[in-house]
């Protein structure tokens, strides 16, 4: 499913294809479990996508050690 989101640290429009089914999003969404229980097949990036629309390369950017 393709998944669009704006990121709060570029500010930019991003979309991303990932591996998910709307009935996984609904059960996230509206409260029925954590995200990490309805999407367990996804990555951590993908599902901080989903949640924020920060991409892998803005979390590496901003949030790395070096």
Do not use: C
Not at 27 to 51: D, S, V
Request: net charge negative; charged share 30%; proline share 3%.
């Amino acid at each position: 499913m393709l998944i669009t989101r704006k990121s709060p640290v570029s500010e930019s429009v991003n979309t991303m294809e990932i591996d998910v089914t709307q009935e996984q999003l609904d059960r996230w969404k509206f409260g029925h479990l954590l995200i990490q229980e309805a999407m367990p097949n996804l990555t951590g990036y993908e599902r901080e996508f989903i949640m924020t629309g920060i991409t892998k390369e803005e979390w590496d950017g901003v949030f790395s050690d070096d």
